[in-house]
């Protein structure tokens, strides 16, 4: 994985340096909260109903064990014992004193990490693959794309300040396990029936409360060209991105009102101007990132006699097939470990479990573990026979459940429990339909549930098989259901249902509606599958007739 | 009109106070100009002999058309003076110098040490711009 050099580390103890200036002018009343609000923000701290949050990048969700082990120290140490992985495969605390935020930032330093750009209207954290390098159907491995994108988009000059947050993500399988076409800049990398490598960029998607889909604008932008391409898509958006209302500024509104023809002109001709610049870094030094994410020492089948999986214990042969995905290596296999036990607050972790998982990933692969946008954790690279002594320490640690995918893997954003912006709660939420349904979960198979506790859609919901969204009505937290929504490759947004529910209704409503696939489910069916099929009347009727 | 209290340029100030880029095209001799936010700044390209002062307004600093404005211009090949005016904060100093600011008048003064810290914080930058820094990967690569 990507180690700093020199100017890398430079740059974060830098960053260090300043932000320790800007708390202290904040708390010497230098600057007003309005003036040092864009400052902490572009920093991920934010003040939310309790307390600071801080926000704490990992760039494409990788982290080594070294790293991993200061999230779980950060925690013990600055927070009440607990990280928050996001659906940005970011960590956060919810529980931050703003004396501490620099301390914070300078023990992450240590271990070449940094909360940079994890929020403000800013180009963010570039997300990827969670199995980017381990997967048997990627292209090649996305990671050093978003390396390449993560240097250029640290502290841009002209991209600070944009009209609102700007999210990237990059992938390189046909399979898009990353939502790609949910950004505000999706990146595939493809190859071309020439053999050579490209970048197909995707331009105006996002949820919030105007859910679009992105439209591929070029599908093959050469590798030595995608900065300066990725450059001349945000400046058009920096430019004329609308800034007269919050709720209508990313970048998905400009497309949606230029139309796709009209952004996609103004991109070329933006393009055509910034190839004279010279701002394109050169391929050696895509080729010097592309060293560090070479393959580990994987070991050769045949040098190690048991090389299978001994699926003797029931229990472990149940999360095997749950949780883990077939690697590109033969011999070894990727394993999620799932933050979603049943009643548990989805994408938390205690200090000491973070620091578990991080002795496991340097003893079980090779060092490395990742983060999903999901909420989950993976080990990349685990050999297929020493899978059992894995799971046994994840068992006893409480992180075994064997729920990948399954209804009681949620999705959940924060909520009115931490954030200030929510109109409902959505942890409790999670926590019942979890508790409802955990009984069923098996039977039920593969189906995504995803919940925001409000409009801003932090948790996903149209993006859900099964989406609910919090909203304030009159005073009283309400729930929407969506059905029918998914990303990946069949990208496709959900539906409302009806009315809203109650905190119990939804929960009865969720049940319902799983108790209806289950009757009219056909061979091989995911609830997806059926209710695409059967179509939302149906549902309907059975949920609310 | 603020004062400018930086000034990276050895040449004589224009006194002139901009005009609108509106007011500019009519009036054949003004040699100063005031871009607002949604100003085109490629409008002023055909005029860049003449001009020897771009005022680039930030009416409040969150807006940050100004900074592609500045790029946009220095592309173009304009040497001239480029003002940052308006809520100019000493946070924002940095990357205005790095777009093609070469003088700041705060509506607010900057306090002078903080504003020195935020000239001089970052030694190392990655991307290029026309402010002549090296980016990181042309180091890497010597």
Known sequence: MYRYDTYDQAMVDARVEEFRDQVRRRLEGHITEDQFKPLRLMNGLYLQLHAYMLRVAVPYGTLSSAQMRMLGDIADKYDRGYGHFTTRQNIQYNWIKLEDAPDILADLAKVEMHAIQTSGNCIRNTTSDQYAGAAADEVVDPRPYAELIRQWSTFHPEFSFLPRKFKMAVIASDTDRAAMKLHDIGIQIVRNEAGELGAAFYVGGGMGRTPMIAPCINPFVPLDQMITYSEAALRVYNRHGRRDNKYKARIKILVHELGKDEYTRQVEAEFQHLLGQNIEPPLAELERIKAQFADPPFEKIGTVPTFEIDRSDPDFALWVDNNCLAHKQSGYIAATISLKPIGGIPGDASGEQIRLMADLARDYSFDECRVTHAQNIVLPHVRKDQLYALWQQLDAAGLGTPNLDLVGDIIACPGLDYCSLANARSIPVAQKIGQRLAAKQQEIGELKLKISGCINACGHHHAGHIGILGVDKKGTENYQLLLGGCEGADTSLGQITGPGFDEDGIVDAVEKATQFYLAQRGEGERFLDTYRRVGMPAFKEAIYG | ?142
């Open chain 2, 1 to 142: 009109m603020a004062e400018v209290q930086y000034r990276f340029r050895d040449d004589e100030p224009v006194a002139d106070p901009g005009v609108t880029v509106g007011a500019f095209g009519e009036q054949s001799n003004a040699s100063a100009v005031r871009l607002e936010p949604g100003d085109e700044a490629r409008d002023l390209i055909p005029h860049l002999e003449r001009i020897r002062l771009v005022e680039v307004n930030f009416p409040v600093f969150g807006d940050g058309r100004g900074y592609s404005s500045a790029r946009i211009l220095r592309e173009a090949g304009y040497t001239g003076e480029l003002r940052a005016v308006g809520e100019v904060l000493v946070d924002q100093i940095a990357f205005m110098r790095r777009c093609g600011f070469d003088a700041f008048a705060p509506d607010v003064p900057l306090d002078p040490a903080d504003a020195d810290n935020a000239f001089g914080r970052y030694g190392e930058v990655y991307q290029p711009t026309i402010d002549g820094l090296a980016p990181i990967w042309a180091k890497r690569h010597g």
